[in-house]
């Protein structure tokens, strides 16, 4: 079934337009990787799902609800929970304070998000400022999960981490979907993200332009695409 429907959408920055009838989709219980270059309109696109750049044109549907009239808090309320780009914690909070904050009745509470990032268990009474840039993206996923989401989409998940944290999210996110969470992600590291993902979308210049099986995103693709 057909969770996240985004068709033919596009937005602007004043006069300036960023997306270009772009359109993907998650089913329940899928991981899709949104992928591209710097710049390309993946953050954008996030942006419209979330409605905090709403798109001019095109459709959004959310577990068959048209999210085209909604405020960003409640598109948030029919479940969906975003690790935006740049962590955004709740500096002046502490980390249990951040999880608890969010928090909405289901599975991921704060023993269970615990689980999953045992450091933020061991810092629970540390402010959210005060943590390293590795454990704060930690703190924005088990965030994010304490909403108890039916799509959590993950905006540069390790971008910018040491190797050892890097490993640490691949090994949450591997979890997640072992668990049958659907998960729109956006990184760099295809060694990582290809494996666990079920399908790719890539933008260029705001466009959709190619979308299939990670096994299927061949070495041309990645050259003309996702290339430096």
């Known amino acids: 079934?057909?969770?996240?429907?985004?068709?033919?959408?596009?937005?602007?920055?004043?006069?300036?337009?960023?997306?270009?009838?772009?359109?993907?989709?998650?089913?329940?219980?899928?991981?899709?990787?949104?992928?591209?270059?710097?710049g390309m309109g993946k953050t954008t696109t996030i942006r419209a799902i979330c409605r905090l750049t709403p798109p001019r044109a095109g459709e959004i549907a959310f577990a068959g609800r048209d999210t085209g009239r909604m405020r960003p808090h409640q598109v948030a309320r029919l479940g969906i929970g975003l690790v935006p780009e740049g962590r955004r914690c709740f500096p002046n909070l502490t980390v249990e304070e951040n999880i608890k904050a969010a928090a909405r009745p289901g599975h991921w509470t704060l023993a269970t998000v615990n689980t999953l990032f045992p450091r933020l268990a061991d810092r629970r009474n540390q402010m959210a400022a005060t943590l390293s840039g590795g454990e704060q993206q930690m703190l924005a996923i088990a965030r994010a999960l304490a909403t108890n989401p039916k799509l959590i989409i993950l905006d540069e998940a390790t971008e910018g981490l040491a190797p050892v944290i890097r490993q640490d999210i691949w090994a949450a996110v591997k979890t997640l979907k072992d668990e049958g969470q659907?998960?729109?992600?956006?990184?760099?590291?295809?060694?990582?993200l290809l494996p666990i993902a079920d399908r790719c979308v890539v933008l260029e210049k705001g466009r959709t332009v190619w979308s299939g099986e990670p096994q299927a995103l061949d070495a041309d693709v990645q050259e003309r695409f996702l290339g430096v």
Request: zero cysteines; glycine letters at 6%; proline letters at 0%.
């Open 1 to 38: 079934m057909t969770l996240l429907s985004v068709k033919n959408i596009t937005s602007f920055y004043g006069a300036s337009q960023a997306l270009f009838d772009v359109s993907l989709d998650v089913r329940e219980g899928e991981v899709v990787a949104l992928m591209g270059r710097n």
């Open 182 to 192: 659907s998960i729109l992600i956006v990184d760099k590291t295809l060694s990582e």
